[in-house]
C-alpha cells in the first residue's frame, strides 16, 4: 500500500512540474505548482515526520503567495 501511496504522489509531483514549466498563463502555471507542491508534501508526509511536512507547506504557501500579490502589482 505505501509503494501505490508513493508512486502517486511521484506522479503527481512529476505532472504538476511538467505542467507547471509548459503553461503560458501565470496564473495556471502556479496553480500547477501548488499542485506540485502537495505531491512533494505527500512525499515528506511518507517519508519524514509530520514537522517537516507542515513546515514545508506553510513555507511554500507563504512564498508563492508573495509571489503572486508582487506579480500582480505589475
Known amino acids: ?3 501505490f501511496f508513493f508512486y502517486a504522489f511521484a506522479l ?3 505532472g504538476g512540474a511538467i505542467q507547471t514549466v509548459t503553461r503560458r498563463n501565470a496564473v495556471h ?4 505548482l501548488i499542485v506540485s507542491l502537495l505531491g512533494v ?10 514537522f517537516f511536512l507542515w513546515s514545508r507547506l506553510c513555507f511554500t504557501s507563504a512564498g508563492l503567495w508573495c509571489c503572486f500579490c508582487s506579480s500582480s502589482c505589475w
Request: net charge negative.
Open 41 to 50: 508534501a505527500g512525499l515528506f508526509l511518507l517519508a519524514a515526520p509530520n
Open 12 to 14: 503527481l509531483t512529476l
Open 1 to 3: 500500500m505505501d509503494a
Open 29 to 32: 502555471s502556479a496553480i500547477w
